[in-house]
């Protein structure tokens, strides 16, 4: 094997591990941020119409739904890369080597 080729996927490798932590960090990240920001809008607006807690609880419970929805298609995707089996990103080093 080529020292250029084991270069190459040991650099694909690495990239792929770094794409994974930010994928899944980020998601985490920005799901913190925005239960937060939810969670602070959604008391601001209870206290000063309490008569809307009701509907106002029900469209925070479907926002919340939304914004985990985006971080857990995001962890997935890292998952997917991490336990998945064939790196497509390797697949293709692999085949541009061979041909």
Do not use: C, Y
């Not at 994974?20 to 000063?48: D, N």
């Not at 926002?63 to 991490?82: H, W």
């Amino acid at each position: 094997m080529d020292m250029n080729l084991v270069a190459q996927v040991a650099n694909v490798q690495s990239m792929t591990s770094l794409a994974i932590a930010l994928l899944i960090g980020m998601a985490a990240f920005g799901t913190a941020i925005g239960f937060g920001l939810l969670g602070g809008k959604f008391l601001e607006g209870v206290s000063r119409q309490p008569e809307l807690a009701g509907m106002l609880t029900g469209r925070m419970f479907l926002m919340a739904g939304l914004l985990d929805a985006f971080s857990a298609i995001s962890i997935a995707m890292g998952l997917m890369l991490l336990f998945g089996g064939n790196n497509p990103l390797l697949e293709a080093v692999m085949q541009a080597a061979a041909g």
